[in-house]
């Protein structure tokens, strides 16, 4: 698999799961998203030292990692390469550890049901959930405990929203944020990660999807979102992208 062939694959299980994103029709079809947000959790083999070289292979390379303990996440940003306009990568590893016990091991049983070969390949983040659906007080029981454990549970690693960079659109922010509150999407909390203040940024949840858990009933859940995001010094060389964490967030790369 090339890049390429990745984020198309990733774009393409991220519409699944969000039609009324793909319905969209705000900007041109060959203009490519500024960065991904992905999602995973530090187990075998869903962890990002897993997932990294794969990443690597398709020509992208770490340029930050972020601790947020308040979060209980630690997030790699990768980027494309020097003058590469295709989106940035920020892959969001959920720390199980921090979870309490009840939790922690309702999920760990969750990832233990996976079937091995849902489990390998170069594709693990765009593939779907390759464990059973839960129960719906299990998924309460997660949401309680940590939003994106229970994200997690239902969805499993892959996309979490996508990120436009409008000054590389061709419009201000503001219209862009009024053409998506046409298209009937709504501004939402976006507590998944802190963003710098060097950026403006826009969040919205997709609309709520349905879904049917492990007891056969149904629920409607929020499970993703679409941001919008600004540079507020227009002169500044650097992505958006690469601005969009906060730098006390920032820890030293490893070798």
């Not at 998203?33 to 187990?43: D, I, K, Q, S």
């Amino acid at each position: 698999m090339q890049r390429d062939e990745f984020l198309q694959q990733l774009w393409l299980d991220y519409i699944h799961c969000h039609p009324d994103i793909g319905a969209l029709s705000l900007w041109p079809l060959d203009n490519r998203a500024e960065y991904c947000v992905l999602v995973t959790l530090n187990r075998a083999p869903y962890q990002a030292q897993h997932l990294l070289p794969a990443l690597y292979h398709f020509g992208y390379r770490r340029v930050g990692r972020h601790a947020m303990a308040d979060r209980g996440i630690l997030a790699n940003v990768l980027s494309p390469g020097p003058g590469n306009g295709d989106a940035w990568i920020v892959l969001i590893e959920l720390q199980l550890d921090t979870l309490t016990q009840a939790p922690r091991q309702h999920l760990e049983a969750l990832i233990s049901r996976a079937h091995p070969q849902d489990s390998q390949g170069q594709n693990l983040l765009s593939r779907g959930r390759p464990w059973p659906m839960p129960d719906w007080a299990t998924y309460q029981q997660l949401h309680e405990a940590h939003p994106l454990a229970a994200w997690l549970a239902i969805m499993g690693p892959r996309m979490h929203h996508i990120g436009f960079d409008c000054q590389r659109l061709g419009h201000d922010i503001a219209e862009y944020a009024d053409m998506i509150a046409d298209a009937g999407l709504k501004p939402a909390d976006q507590t998944l990660l802190p963003i710098s203040p060097l950026l403006d940024h826009h969040y919205y949840a997709c609309c709520t999807q349905r879904a049917v858990f492990a007891a056969g009933d149904e629920h409607r859940v929020t499970t993703g979102g679409l941001a919008l995001v600004q540079k507020r010094l227009s002169g500044t060389h650097e992505r958006a992208a690469e601005l969009l964490l906060p730098q006390h967030t920032r820890c030293e790369l490893s070798a």
